[in-house]
């Protein structure tokens, strides 16, 4: 149907000559019929949530009293993802409804790689934390508002499973409230209080919430160190200071640093920069961390 005919059908429709609209899920976003008060959905346990709310919102755009019918076909056994997703919008009917429909779908599909143990597209190629900047950065920008500029940040990427998974807090937006709480952390202070409500309020946590706990507190320390950047490849972490972090170091304290920690780690030098090299590929999650804790701690007392 092209876009003349498309249009007809909606002039008939809005002038009330047609009683009744066919329609595919096209309308379920920017189409504003306020005289509208009956809909409904074919094969509803076949749409995702936030898609049934967005549908549900063309009708009761007015005074009127409206229906929404979601129907599927009869004697079906529905998943229970299906059954989960219409009792929501069945649940879910007052004003502003939206985020709490937002999280709920969350919870039933997942919170995915993103807030899981693995991330991929955009947020992968950048980073969780460096995603999050650039979006606050974007919204201050839309909103008018001059960006701040950024406080010194390392570049932290390891290939360590660390992350808060489902088994120890299952509530999505509690999750998130988690991570933002680490992204947000300003101190060791800030980490200590977050890592005491953490045990206070889900209990005792499993290593790979420790192994975030740990990283942060690596990230805070090495930003104040300036440390720019900690990145993991080719069964390698390479730890490069900034210039000038490099230039307040003592050569022969940072070798004696390097040689405590044995073969696994190398001293040496990127141009003008200070670079320390972990090799990887027969150490564990724990034992990179511990690497890396170790090294991160000997840059203040290797200072001249």
Do not use: C
Not at 247 to 265: N, P, S
Not at 286 to 295: G, S, Y
Request: hydrophobic content about 40%; glycine content about 6%.
């Amino acid at each position: 149907m092209n876009e003349r005919e498309l249009e007809s059908i909606m002039l008939d429709f809005l002038e009330g000559n047609s009683d009744v609209l066919v329609t595919t899920t096209i309308i379920e976003t920017g189409v504003d019929i306020p005289n509208v008060n009956t809909l409904i959905i074919y094969d509803a346990d076949k749409m995702g949530l936030s898609q049934l709310y967005q549908i549900r919102g063309r009708v009761g755009r007015s005074n009127r009293v409206a229906y929404a019918y979601f129907t599927y076909q009869r004697d079906k056994v529905l998943t229970e993802v299906a059954e989960k997703r219409l009792q929501a919008i069945k649940e879910f009917t007052e004003l502003g409804s939206g985020f709490k429909i937002a999280m709920r779908d969350l919870t039933i599909r997942g919170a995915g790689n993103l807030l899981g143990a693995q991330q991929h597209g955009f947020i992968e190629s950048v980073g969780f934390d460096l995603y999050s900047q650039m979006l606050k950065d974007a919204i201050e920008e839309r909103k008018g508002d001059k960006p701040k500029e950024p406080p010194f940040q390392v570049d932290l990427d390891v290939k360590i499973d660390a992350y808060i998974p489902e088994t120890y807090i299952q509530d999505a937006k509690q999750k998130i409230e988690m991570y933002k709480r680490f992204k947000g952390a300003e101190s060791i202070s800030d980490l200590t209080d977050l890592k005491d409500e953490m045990f206070d309020r889900f209990g005792e946590y499993p290593k790979q919430v420790d192994f975030l706990l740990r990283l942060t507190h690596i990230k805070l320390i090495a930003n104040k160190e300036k440390v720019e950047q900690i990145t993991e490849a080719k069964d390698q972490v390479e730890m490069i200071l900034s210039e000038e972090t490099s230039v307040k170091m003592d050569g022969a304290k940072l070798f004696e640093v390097a040689h405590k920690l044995g073969r696994e780690v190398i001293l040496g030098t990127a141009g003008e920069k200070i670079k320390f090299v972990i090799k990887t590929k027969s150490l564990s999650d724990e034992q990179v961390l511990l690497f890396i804790e170790k090294i991160i701690h000997g840059l203040h007392e290797a200072k001249k």
